[in-house]
């Protein structure tokens, strides 16, 4: 059995934590991956502070495990959002698309780990400054908001940065990312885009089956122009989005076409208007699972590919 530095901090079974993702990640999937023996995390995206407290709150119904809150921090709610999660103590925050520090006093006063994503070894160094549990260094092939940075590259780099613990995330989705992320210096990883198939998922049908049977090219990055690359399945909406992006559309017109885009995928399953967020390890989902047979798989799988490591060695 793998166990790390991650799992004593957490509480956790496992040192594998679920992605905060925006409009998919709500109690009923945290709670599943908690108990699970992973971290579950609820999204807030761009949703106001009330969800978000429903959200916690019926969490707690459904676990008496560790579960945490992402927070989206370009939110307009972000302010609100961190209060409530204050408020509710949740034992866990985990922050993206942009800069904690503004809360950091607030959410490490109610006890909470706060674990920020970093995209660069500035951000990384700025977080341990200013008190972070651990960060978690996510490359560019995740899906979402991503940064410039591979996870190749990016994970040894803040590991040799930063004296936390370090999470790797982007483009794992198998006992062979999980290896793999622990041999460039992580002590555990995040994974968004394989749970989109567990069981306990709420997205809808259309988007499931779309990240089963997704291939090896099937994503791409849009908003580039904006300053906020985000990736997704490549899908008639990002390929019109791509195209007004670079065919002069004004920066208001981009705004006015995703609004609303991704509420169409994850709710609608809308393949023409919706914005399907997924990370290019997709291609190695391969079936519908409930998220703690996710969990297990993962760790199972890794747990002999660390241990034959040796045979390179002579």
């Known amino acids: 059995m793998i166990r790390t530095e991650l799992c004593e901090l957490l509480g956790i079974e496992y040192p594998v934590i679920q992605g905060g993702m925006a409009w998919i990640a709500d109690a009923e999937l945290a709670a599943a991956v908690s108990n699970g023996g ?3 995390i609820i999204a807030a995206g761009n949703a106001p502070g009330e969800y978000v407290r429903e959200q916690v709150r019926k ?49 490490l006063e109610a006890g909470i780990k706060v674990i920020p994503v970093v995209p660069s070894v500035a951000m990384a160094k700025l977080v341990t400054r200013l008190g972070a549990a651990a960060v978690i260094a996510e490359g560019g092939e995740s ?12 994970v040894p780099l803040i590991c040799d940065a930063t004296h936390l613990p370090v999470i790797a995330a982007g483009g794992i989705a198998d006992g062979r990312g999980v290896a793999a992320a622990m041999m460039l210096g992580a002590c555990g990883v995040q994974m968004g885009t394989r749970f989109l198939s567990a069981e306990e998922c709420s997205i809808h049908p259309v988007y499931k089956e779309k990240i ?25 909406f990002a390929r019109n989005y791509f195209k007004e992006e670079y ?68």
């Not at 899906?143 to 990016?154: D, F, K, Q």
């Open 212 to 236: 089963v049977k997704a291939k090896d090219l099937c994503t791409m990055v849009t908003g580039k122009r904006l300053g906020h690359p985000v990736r997704s399945l490549r899908t008639s």
């Open 59 to 107: 969490a707690k119904t459904l676990t008496d495990k560790p579960f945490g809150v992402n927070i989206m921090l370009l939110s307009p709610f972000a302010d609100e959002v961190a209060k409530v999660a204050a408020e509710e103590q949740v034992a866990v925050v985990t922050t993206g698309a942009g800069n904690p520090s503004k809360y950091m006093k607030l959410w």
């Open 38 to 40: 992973g971290l579950g």
């Open 143 to 154: 899906g979402g908001h991503i940064g410039e940075l591979t996870t190749m590259v990016l």
């Open 247 to 314: 065919g002069g559309a004004s920066d208001e017109a981009l705004d006015a076409l995703a609004t609303g885009s991704l509420r169409a995928a994850v709710v609608d399953g809308d393949t023409e208007n919706g914005c399907f967020l997924s990370g290019q390890v997709a291609a190695l989902v391969k079936q519908v699972e409930p998220a703690a047979a996710i969990v297990r798989a993962v760790m199972e799988e890794a747990e002999p590919i660390l241990k034959g490591a040796t045979k390179w060695v002579k």
